[in-house]
């Protein structure tokens, strides 16, 4: 089973998409969450509990991967350490803004088996999200781990709104002389907020940007399976070809949510994702009691359960399904761009397939860990 561990709500940053839009959300009239949830407000800001019990709560699934999270998890440096130290996991890993990396020290950074951190193309771009000098920083950071021996993947993790250009922000990530990655993750920032579809122009830009964005880079990258026989890690065209190309029919919500990932609060409650953070009707227990391997599961309702590719997609999104922050209209401009990926991915399946004939690529090229904190279905 997979965990991620929130280890705070604290964060050294206050980005647009996250901070910003939280503070305009909850100004606006009529902003308050869904009176039909239950919220706990009060969570600690960091964790609260004894790491013996965390401890005692993996070593009953001998499958554990914890995988650190916030807020900023490395706001919790000690707390990070003092987990590795005693806490037995069959993999660590790490979602991080990655600014504090660099205090970390490497015999504890090179454990991880993957690190996402959060990058969201080129510096213009990562800056006007997340702060003049972030970009700088960061890549510094990253060319500090790599030297110091970090081999495992690092995933360019982006979040993509209005202001991104799909195809210009991921080609750069991976074709750049400045810090190329191998892998690149990206979400769509749409649905988490009540306010904010009225403040975007969220319907133009999927529209003429992201949708004609998406189809370029699925084109781009069979274009690179054929001249090179290289399969780029890019998450979301990974993903579905991986599901398409083995035959799978029936997916369950892809990021594992709720059934296959769960996280844990600071307060050692267990919820599905970490975004469901203080829903108290949707709490699966207490790391102290509960049994890794018997957690209730939750699955997505409608409309979700009446959609033609629910089996391929999975439901993109337990939260936004739950809690429905945008409008029926909103989301089908949302729902618009999933079936755009999913069409564009299919229909590049016959000539993936003959690459695979040829011996161009391998079907283990397509091969990714499951769960790994990447939303396949962005």
Known sequence: MFFHVLLTGECNLQCRYCFGEALEDFDEPD???????????SLPKRINYDVSILGEFCRRDPECVLTFYGGEPLVCIDETKQIMDHVRAKQFMIQTNGLLLDRLESRYVNRFHTILVSMDGDEAITDYYRGKGTFRKVVDTLKLIRNNGFEGELIARMTVMEQTDIYKQVTWLLDN????????HWQLNAGFWKTD?????FKKWSNENYNPGIRRLVKLWVDRMEKDGTVLRLYPLLGIAHSVLHGEKESLLRCGGGWANYA???DGHIIACPT????????FGHISNADPLSLKRIFVGKPCTECDILGICGGRCLYTNITKRWSSEAYRLVCGTVRNLVDE???????????????????????FMKYNGCEIIP
Request: charged share 35%; aromatic share 12%.
């Open 264 to 266: 844990i609060q600071t």
């Open 31 to 41: 902003s308050e969450p869904n009176s039909e949830l239950s919220i706990d407000y």
């Open 197 to 201: 579809f009225d403040r975007r122009d």
């Open 177 to 184: 002389e400045e810090f190329p990655f191998s892998s690149v």
């Open 345 to 367: 991915i299919t229909k590049e399946i016959p000539s993936i397939t003959k690459l695979i004939e040829d011996g161009k690529v391998n079907l283990q090229d397509f091969e």
């Open 276 to 283: 469901m953070w203080g829903m108290k009707d949707h709490y």
